[in-house]
């Protein structure tokens, strides 16, 4: 079946780094467009990134726009996420998830992103 594991997250200070992961299986991961998508606390579900199959483009939320960069390994069935310049509206707990329809695609059990100091 379908699974998405996603780690990497902690807690860090505004300005720091994280690099998060999200292994995937079950399926053929190098045909699937993927994307990072977040949630804070009494908030909805947020778009964040995607990242085609190929990796060819890449699309990013302009909230976090030259600060974010999504990459994938296809052949490690892995995708990344490098966060620079965590702000705390950075904080939420982050899915990587399946497909064009982020919102109801398949989706991994998330890690939790806290920036404050």
């Known amino acids: 079946q379908v699974q998405l594991v996603e780690s990497g997250g902690g807690l860090v200070q505004p300005g720091s780094s994280l690099r998060l992961s999200c292994v995937a299986s079950?399926?053929?991961?190098?045909?699937?467009?993927m994307n990072w998508v977040r949630q804070a606390p009494g908030k909805r579900l947020e778009w964040v990134s995607t990242?085609?199959?190929?990796?060819?483009?890449?699309y990013y939320a302009d909230s976090v726009k030259d600060r974010f960069t999504i990459s994938r390994d296809n052949a490690k069935n892995t995708m990344f996420l490098e966060m620079n310049n965590l702000e705390s509206e950075d904080t939420a707990v982050y899915y990587c998830?399946?497909?064009?329809?982020?919102?109801?695609?398949?989706r991994g059990q998330g890690t939790q992103v806290t920036v404050s100091s």
């Open positions: 990242i085609e199959s190929d990796g060819s483009k890449t």
């Open positions: 998830a399946r497909g064009t329809n982020w919102a109801t695609g398949a």
């Open positions: 079950g399926f053929a991961f190098e045909l699937w467009k």
